[in-house]
């Protein structure tokens, strides 16, 4: 069964940093378009950044920040979320999750929708408080 498994996260006081990472568990998550997504608590899942297999294509979700790049080394079968200038209101669980379909390497993903993914994992929670 293919799964993610996320890690990284913690507390953090406001203006720090964080990298998340996204790894798959005994699958090749190269062929796959793969997304970062949160759910704060009271809230629906929303899409952070995707990111496509290839790596030269990304996709804004409805919570996409300046502060926050997504990356991905295929060679290490890993995704990344670095996460700067953290505020408050990133306080969330961010999971990963890979694309339903496969696409070319350099496809541009149209949208960063939870809708649109599957093999999600537990998620890692980020605390962003004083």
């Known amino acids: 069964q293919m799964h993610l498994v996320e890690s990284g996260g913690g507390l953090v006081q406001p203006g720090g940093s964080l990298r998340l990472s996204c790894t798959a568990s005994?699958?090749?998550?190269?062929?796959?378009?793969i997304g970062w997504f949160r759910q704060a608590p009271g809230k629906v899942r929303e899409g952070v950044e995707c990111?496509?297999?290839?790596?030269?294509?990304?996709t804004d979700g409805t919570y996409a920040q300046s502060r926050f790049t997504i990356s991905r080394d295929n060679a290490k079968n890993t995704v990344y979320l670095q996460m700067d200038d953290l505020k408050p209101e990133d306080t969330a669980l961010y999971f990963c999750?890979?694309?339903?379909?496969?696409?070319?390497?350099?496809?541009?993903?149209?949208?960063?929708?939870?809708?649109?993914?599957?093999?999600w994992g537990q998620g890692t929670q980020v605390t962003v408080s004083s």
């Open positions: 990111i496509s297999s290839g790596g030269t294509s990304r």
């Open positions: 999750a890979k694309d339903r379909n496969i696409y070319s390497s350099d496809y541009v993903l149209p949208f960063c929708n939870p809708r649109d993914y599957d093999s």
């Open positions: 005994g699958w090749n998550l190269a062929p796959y378009a």
